[in-house]
C-alpha cells in the first residue's frame, strides 16, 4: 500500500502543480487512498520531494513540489506518452482501453508496462489502441482516472 500510495504521490506531483500536502492529501483521497496529512508529510520526506518557487498565474511566486530526478524521468515518460499520444480512455469492468493515433499505441503500452503500477496486470499495444488490464473491478475507475490525470483531462 504504502509503495503504490508513493507512486502516486510521484505521479501526481510530475502531471500537475502540488502546492501543499493538504492539496496532496485531496488529491491522494480522490484516487481512493485514505490518507492523512500527517501520512503524506512522513512520504514527502521519504521520497525527499523538494519545494521549489515558480512564478503564478498573477506573477507572483508561489511553490509547488518536485520529484528527485531519478523519478522524473521515470514519471515523465508515462506522463509524456499518454498526455502526448492518448486520444480517449475509455473502462469497463476490469479493462481499461486507450485510443491513440496510428503507431502511438506500443509506446504508451511501453510506459504502462515500465512503471509496473501494481495495479495493472498488463497491456496488450496495437496500431492504435492500447488494452490495459486492471487486477480488479474495483480498481479500474481509479486506474483510468489516473491515466486521465495524466493526460489532463477529467472524467465525464
Known amino acids: 500500500m504504502k509503495e503504490r500510495r508513493q507512486r502516486a504521490i510521484l505521479t501526481l506531483v510530475a502531471t500537475r502543480p502540488v502546492h ?7 488529491l491522494l483521497q480522490r484516487q481512493g487512498f485514505e ?9 514527502v520526506k521519504e521520497l525527499g520531494l523538494a519545494k521549489v518557487p515558480i512564478k503564478s498565474d498573477r506573477g507572483d511566486e508561489i511553490f509547488k513540489y518536485v520529484v528527485p530526478s531519478a523519478a522524473v524521468n521515470y ?3 508515462l506522463h509524456r ?3 502526448e499520444l492518448v486520444t480517449s480512455v475509455e473502462g469497463s469492468v476490469n479493462l481499461i482501453v486507450m485510443r491513440t493515433p496510428p503507431g502511438g499505441a506500443m ?3 511501453s510506459s504502462i508496462d515500465e512503471a509496473s503500477w501494481p495495479e495493472i496486470l498488463g497491456t496488450v499495444g496495437g496500431d492504435d489502441t ?3 488490464i ?3 473491478p474495483e480498481q479500474m475507475p481509479v486506474i483510468a482516472q489516473r491515466f486521465l490525470d495524466l493526460k489532463g483531462t ?3
Open 35 to 43: 490518507v492523512t496529512q500527517a501520512t503524506v508529510s512522513r512520504d
Open 81 to 83: 506518452s499518454v498526455a
Open 75 to 77: 514519471v515523465s515518460r
Open 134 to 136: 486492471v487486477r480488479s
Open 130 to 132: 492500447v488494452l490495459v
Open 154 to 156: 477529467q472524467a465525464a
Open 20 to 26: 501543499s500536502q493538504e492539496e496532496l492529501v485531496a
Open 107 to 109: 509506446i504508451v503500452a
